[in-house]
Every structure is written in C-alpha cells, then in structure tokens.
C-alpha cells in the first residue's frame, strides 16, 4: 500500500477567553489538499480497515483540549496530528474535509481543565490530549474507573538514564556503578522531574528499580540533613531546560547534576548534537532491539523477569474522549486518529523524536493500532499507579 505525503495549508492562531478558564484556539484554515506519492512508499504501520462515516459527522470542526501550557512539548503533537487528519482521503482518493481546532490551558492545570473538559458534551466533536499522568492523577485522586477512555495513543516511549557524552569519569553503566561504588566517591546526583517535596511520580519509581537493580543505594535530597551518605542523590527541578542543562554547569557548582532520568523525544536535540547518551533504558532488556540500539546507542537494561512490580512503565501521549460517546462516532474517530497515526508527516514526525524504537515490538504497535489495546495499557498503568503510589519505594521524594 502506498503512503502520501499531502500538502497541507499553515495553522491560523488566534487568542480568545472562555470565563476564567482562559484558553488559546489554534484552528486549521480551509484546506484543500492533493495526495501526493512518496518517490519511496512507506507501508503503514496500522494498515487500519475503514470505517463508515457517521451520518452528518462530524459537520463542524473537531475540537482538541490540550491542558498543558501554549510552549510544552504536548502542542506540535497535537498539531502533526492535526494536519494529518486534515490531509486525510476516503477509499477513493476525496479528502474528508475534516478541520481540527486546538485549545490548550494556558497554565497547564490538569484538573481545571479535566473539569472543564467533562462539562462538555460528548458528542464526539471534543478530544482530550493527555499523557500517562493523567493515570497517576486517577490514582491519587481515587475513583473506581476513569471517566475517560483512549481513542489512540500516538506516542510510546521508554525512559532512559543519561549522562555527558564527554564525560572523563565514566560512559557506560558498569563504568558508572564501579565508580559509584568507589570509596570516597563523591555522590552522584540524578536530575528528576518535579520539586523536593512534591509527590512522587513514574520517574520515582524508574529510579527506584534502577538503584536496585544495580546494588546501589540513594538519598533523596543532598541538602535533607541526618541522611547516611549514599552513592547517587536525587534531586528534583521543577523546570525541563534547568534539568538538562545541570549536567553541564561547573564541576564546583552546586546545581550541577552527573546523571538525567528523561525520554529520548525530550532531548532529541542534545542526543543528536552528541552531548548526552543514555546508559540505561528502563524497561526490560527484551524492548532494547538491534534496532533500538543503533537509534540511541548501546544501553543496557533491566534483566527481562527482573521488574514483577510496579513495571514495566512506558511513557504515552494520546487523545481521550468520554466514555459515554456514542459508540459509532467513537469507531470512527478511532479510525481517523489512527489513519493520522500512520501518515507520511506524522511519522517523520515521531521518528524525528525516537518514537520509532519501539516500532518492533508487535505489543507496542497493537497499542497504536487498536483502541482496546490503548485502553489496555491505560487500564494496566492505572493499576500499577494505585498499587505503587502507596508502597513508595527507595528513591521517591519525601
């Protein structure tokens, strides 16, 4: 089957208000596309069968929620797919004509605009993105089930441990922990998401197997007195670039960090430009393909059996909608998401940021694939949220 690249026309971005909530729209002009052949075809990834269209559906642009600010990472995914649904054909080669617009929440608070959100009416016509917190924001705010349901998920990825390409000290793992482990050592710090303080989130936990996995022992913050001296510290910074840049501040300064636990599409640019490589990908060995290491180099891994709790965790983005949507809207958006999914653009896209590493994987692509298997490992990480948050092991901010 061939894949299109398709001409698509520019966003149009304007600023409106909606009470106190406050939100930008970004919405696509009128579009008129033209199906374009790759000089190299590019089978799709999900290959997905079509699906009816809703009688008079959607007759009016669909509407993103995005609950994060206007500059996070989360708005050009919204965007890709955006443009890729606008790019979209029928069987016969007519495009469908759909407009997207984006809205996101200004000040990125995930439960105003949850309850913004769900005072919508679900029609089909508004979508949520949100990420794998949103499981985390489930399980610490309780609830029996998740009055929201994945459509697709359009972003799997690992998290991984990082340290300086250039670093004089150590470049791999077992460098790393021979090092750790060497008497009168200085501790080494892992720059984490999130404030001292804070609760503890997925990169707690990833910490938490990674320091037993490797016999290693941490304390959670350098500066926290009556804490026995340990190997690694673990220090929370509230800001993404303030994080990765403390891998590279003077040896003397006492913001500096030696390790970084983060995804690899977050730091495409510094793993491109050859200023950090990974050391340890935090998912079993059996993910770490041929593939994946001559993506992002030779990483080591948990031992495949080694997590039986609270693991293994991957890293997701994707598009929600209420569960009470009628049934055949939903199939339909479903299949439209996942057509976008698989569109020349948005794989660049991903590729662009290693979301392709995990391609081989014939669970992960039934993910991006299938909505029942989104929602199933929505569902699973979910769980290991309510079943890890309360055990809070080794690693985990106090």
Known sequence: MNAFRRTLSPFLCRAQHAGALGFFVCCTAAIATSAIADAETVPYLCDASPVPRPADFPDQPINILIPRGAMSGALPLSQQIAQAIAGLTDPQGEPLGIEVNLLFKSDGNLSAALEFFHSLPPNGYNIIQLNDNYASFLAETGGDSAPLVPLSLSQITPSQIYIRSDDARYSSLAEFVAYAR??????????????????????????????????????????????????????????????????????????????LIEQPGDIARLLEGGLLKPIFTLL????????????????????????????????????????????????????????????????????ALYMDVLYDDPEVIARYCSAEAADQLFETSLQLYRDCIPARGAGVRQ
């Open 284 to 351: 079993p060995e059996r993910y770490v393909t041929a593939k994946f290491r001559d993506r992002l180099g030779d990483t080591a891994a948990f031992d495949n059996g080694a997590v039986t709790q609270c693991g293994p965790f991957f890293r997701y983005r994707g598009f929600f909608v209420p569960h009470g949507l009628p049934e055949e809207r939903r199939r339909y958006l479903a299949w439209l998401f996942t057509r976008a999914f698989d569109a020349a653009g948005f794989q660049d896209f991903n590729r």
């Open 182 to 259: 060497t008497s009168g050592a200085p501790t080494q710090i892992i720059a984490n998401f999130g404030e001292a303080g804070g609760p503890p989130g997925l990169e707690d936990f990833l910490i938490g197997h990674f320091i037993a996995a490797n016999d290693l022992t941490a304390k959670v913050d350098p500066g926290v007195e009556g804490e026995a001296a340990a190997p690694l510290s673990i220090v929370g910074f509230e800001s993404g670039p303030e994080r990765y840049f403390s891998l590279f501040r003077p040896e003397d300064d006492p913001a500096r960090s030696d390790l």
